[in-house]
């Protein structure tokens, strides 16, 4: 019998997200074509002895998760569950507070998943290296550049024995190649050393004395406070993929996560995929278009492009690299590139919407997505357009690298501005 518990974080948290996060919660933004987390979602599913996937964050159980869990549990026939924090407790504390609903059912291991990563989550091949050889904690780990690794918790292990020797979250100097990815696969007394961390956090607590301990006391870490303290002692192991891997930490990189999984549509789930018909819009590479969409037969869509429900798509408009989210609508012949188009927005036609990919070094097999700030010097760098909800861009109007807030009216063009 197997668990998984995903971890999604709350409204605190995501902020480089905004204004896409104001919303819907993070975890329910689609990335193509489908919320965030139901990727992670179908992967558990896929695993032989699934019987319970859990949700721990705390996010208020809005009409939003609540719907799509409900949905989720029909789709997949499991039990899935949302376990509310009663404040953020870090990525183990939420672990500790609600073990006893984990290890209900006496599961052999659980498979713990940070929400804001795209993967093929090799759970697997996972829990065969777990079987294998069974140890408390199982890291999924891949490779970074150099300079990247130094943005990521960084493993040193021992090649031969892929034993954890070494655990640094994001270090200020080079420590390895090897990082975390945020997928773990934990035996049942993985929790013992979460409770030492709770325990020594409430003897220190009481020594300063200080009221309400029990919301500091309750934050665990599991990168700083667990990974890093138990590295050597021969209960922390790597298991390595070369599969895909990505951060979710910014709008631009959940249009590369959309990218990735378009991608793999082409080996999970094909019929996701747009097919160029006659008669219909001119499809290039992989495009993903709800059924509910409506697309004018002279569009040219793609690659990499995800149209949403409801979304109404004029004759002529290209779309390329671009999420249009729900109900909105592109009027004729407007171009859209490098841009994630919120919900109910309108396009005026022959406006240009276009931002700029801040991509993956493509001559570096090791590189990975950066999720800079949006700021640097005070100054808006050029990144992705992002449109929030409602927005109304009129005709004829050039939006470059702008992230415009939801229900605003533009007049004029705008570039590398936040219009307000």
Same mark, same amino acid.
């Given at each position: 019998?197997?668990?998984?518990?995903?971890?999604?974080?709350?409204?605190?948290?995501?902020?480089?997200?905004?204004?896409?996060?104001?919303?819907?919660?993070?975890?329910?933004?689609?990335?193509?074509?489908?919320?965030?987390?139901?990727?992670?979602?179908?992967?558990?599913?896929? #695993?032989?002895?699934?019987?319970?996937?859990?949700?721990?964050?705390?996010?208020?159980?809005?009409?939003?998760?609540?719907?799509?869990?409900?949905?989720?549990?029909?789709?997949?026939?499991?039990?899935?569950?949302?376990?509310?924090?009663?404040?953020?407790?870090?990525?183990?504390?939420?672990?500790?507070?609600?073990?006893?609903?984990?290890?209900?059912?006496?599961?052999?291991?659980?498979?713990?998943?940070?929400?804001?990563?795209?993967?093929?989550?090799?759970?697997?091949?996972?829990?065969?290296?777990?079987?294998?050889?069974?140890?408390?904690?199982?890291?999924?780990?891949?490779?970074?550049?150099?300079?990247?690794?130094?943005?990521?918790?960084?493993?040193?292990?021992?090649?031969?024995?892929?034993?954890?020797?070494?655990?640094?979250?994001?270090?200020?100097?080079?420590?390895?190649?090897?990082?975390?990815?945020?997928?773990?696969?934990?035996?049942?007394?993985?929790?013992?050393?979460?409770?030492? #961390?709770?325990?020594?956090?409430?003897?220190?607590?009481?020594?300063?004395?200080?009221?309400?301990?029990?919301?500091?006391?309750?934050?665990?870490?599991?990168?700083?406070?667990?990974?890093?303290?138990?590295?050597?002692?021969?209960?922390?192991?790597?298991?390595?993929?070369?599969?895909?891997?990505?951060?979710?930490?910014?709008?631009?990189?959940?249009?590369?996560?959309?990218?990735?999984?378009?991608?793999?549509?082409?080996?999970?789930?094909?019929?996701?995929?747009?097919?160029?018909?006659?008669?219909?819009?001119?499809?290039?590479?992989?495009?993903?278009?709800?059924?509910?969409?409506? #697309?004018?037969?002279?569009?040219?869509?793609?690659?990499?492009?995800?149209?949403?429900?409801? #979304?109404?798509?004029?004759?002529?408009?290209?779309?390329?690299?671009?999420?249009?989210?729900?109900?909105?609508?592109?009027?004729?012949?407007?171009?859209?590139?490098?841009?994630?188009?919120?919900?109910?927005?309108?396009?005026?036609?022959?406006?240009?919407?276009?931002?700029?990919?801040?991509?993956?070094?493509?001559?570096?097999?090791?590189?990975?997505?950066?999720?800079?700030?949006?700021?640097?010097?005070?100054?808006?760098?050029?990144?992705?357009?992002?449109?929030?909800?409602?927005?109304?861009?009129?005709?004829?109007?050039?939006?470059?690298?702008?992230?415009?807030?939801?229900?605003?009216?533009?007049?004029?063009?705008?570039?590398?501005?936040?219009?307000?």
């Amino acid at each position: 019998m197997l668990k998984a518990v995903i971890l999604i974080g709350g409204p605190q948290k995501g902020t480089r997200f905004r204004p896409l996060s104001f919303e819907v919660p993070k975890p329910l933004f689609p990335v193509a074509g489908v919320p965030m987390i139901q990727h992670h979602i179908e992967a558990c599913a896929q #695993v032989p002895g699934m019987q319970e996937i859990l949700l721990i964050g705390f996010y208020q159980p809005d009409e939003a998760l609540t719907q799509f869990l409900e949905a989720a549990q029909q789709e997949f026939n499991l039990p899935i569950r949302y376990l509310q924090e009663f404040a953020p407790l870090g990525t183990g504390g939420g672990l500790y507070h609600f073990r006893d609903q984990i290890l209900a059912g006496g599961p052999e291991a659980f498979f713990v998943l940070n929400a804001d990563v795209c993967s093929d989550f090799p759970l697997s091949a996972m829990l065969d290296a777990h079987r294998c050889e069974r140890h408390p904690f199982l890291l999924l780990g891949t490779t970074a550049n150099r300079t990247q690794s130094l943005n990521y918790g960084c493993i040193v292990e021992n090649p031969q024995t892929h034993e954890v020797l070494h655990y640094v979250e994001k270090p200020s100097t080079f420590i390895s190649d090897i990082i975390n990815c945020g997928i773990y696969l934990f035996s049942p007394e993985a929790l013992k050393p979460l409770r030492d #961390v709770f325990q020594r956090n409430q003897q220190d607590g009481q020594l300063e004395d200080s009221p309400g301990s029990w919301p500091g006391a309750g934050t665990i870490r599991l990168e700083q406070d667990v990974f890093s303290a138990l590295a050597g002692q021969g209960q922390i192991y790597v298991h390595l993929t070369d599969g895909i891997w990505s951060q979710i930490k910014s709008a631009g990189s959940a249009l590369y996560a959309s990218r990735l999984y378009l991608g793999r549509y082409q080996i999970t789930h094909p019929e996701r995929l747009a097919k160029h018909t006659s008669g219909g819009p001119r499809i290039r590479g992989n495009v993903y278009i709800h059924p509910t969409a409506k #697309v004018a037969p002279s569009a040219v869509l793609g690659p990499n492009v995800s149209i949403g429900k409801g #979304v109404t798509v004029g004759e002529g408009v290209r779309l390329r690299e671009s999420i249009v989210l729900h109900g909105a609508t592109l009027q004729e012949h407007t171009c859209i590139l490098h841009s994630i188009v919120g919900w109910g927005s309108t396009v005026g036609r022959w406006a240009r919407v276009e931002g700029t990919p801040n991509d993956p070094n493509p001559n570096d097999p090791r590189a990975r997505m950066d999720s800079e700030s949006l700021f640097r010097d005070g100054k808006l760098l050029p990144a992705i357009t992002i449109l929030g909800c409602r927005v109304r861009i009129p005709a004829e109007v050039l939006i470059l690298n702008s992230i415009v807030l939801p229900h605003k009216e533009l007049s004029r063009s705008f570039t590398n501005q936040i219009i307000l």
